[in-house]
């Protein structure tokens, strides 16, 4: 007699995926390293790099490295309040804006607060007063953590604490 031999369901070697979480095409954030507590952001998958308004941009030496001083405005529409911030310079980049127009600026990092999430993202600086929005979220900070559904806005929210009932 022959043994009998049973299916085995394929075994996938690939490890397990977060679910990503959807967020609209705008959502409030917070860069706590830059003391923004605060900032609406355009969350744009056509744009592959993240940009954030800066205007009196001074770059400038410290113990060898490279650093960037420079104001932003975190409100739309508004030139108070403003906010001073100092950040190392990890590169300097050609970008070409939606208008075709290439302006090389320097690229920082910082941290990223979405909702709950923390993580590190690259930001370019350059003036967005013109723009609508202060702060756009490109591609290569969404990757792999968020879905962008285009119909809905401000997605994250904390949530909200619930009153302890009085026993």
């Known amino acids: 007699m022959t043994p009998r031999r049973t299916k085995k369901k394929p075994v996938s070697l690939a490890s397990p995926r977060k679910k990503k979480k959807i967020v609209g095409w705008r959502e409030w ?15 744009d998958t056509g744009a592959r790099t993240s940009a954030l308004h800066a205007f009196r941009v001074t770059p400038f030496t410290k113990d060898g490295a490279a650093y960037v001083l420079f104001y932003i405005h975190p409100l739309q529409r508004r030139s108070k309040p403003e ?69 809905r806005s401000f997605v994250i929210r904390k949530k909200k604490k619930r009153a302890s009932k009085a026993r």
């Not at 954030?29 to 969350?43: E, F, G, M, Q, S």
């Open 29 to 43: 954030v917070k860069l706590p390293d830059l003391k923004v507590l605060k900032i609406k952001a355009k969350l």
């Open 83 to 151: 906010t001073k911030c100092v950040a190392l310079v990890i590169d300097y980049r050609t970008i070409t804006d939606s208008g075709g127009k290439r302006e090389e600026r320097p690229v920082i990092r910082t941290v990223l607060k979405i909702g709950k999430s923390r993580y590190p993202i690259e930001l370019t600086l350059t003036n967005r007063d013109q723009m609508g929005f202060r702060m756009l979220l490109g591609r290569q900070a969404l990757r792999r953590r968020y879905l962008v559904d285009p119909s």
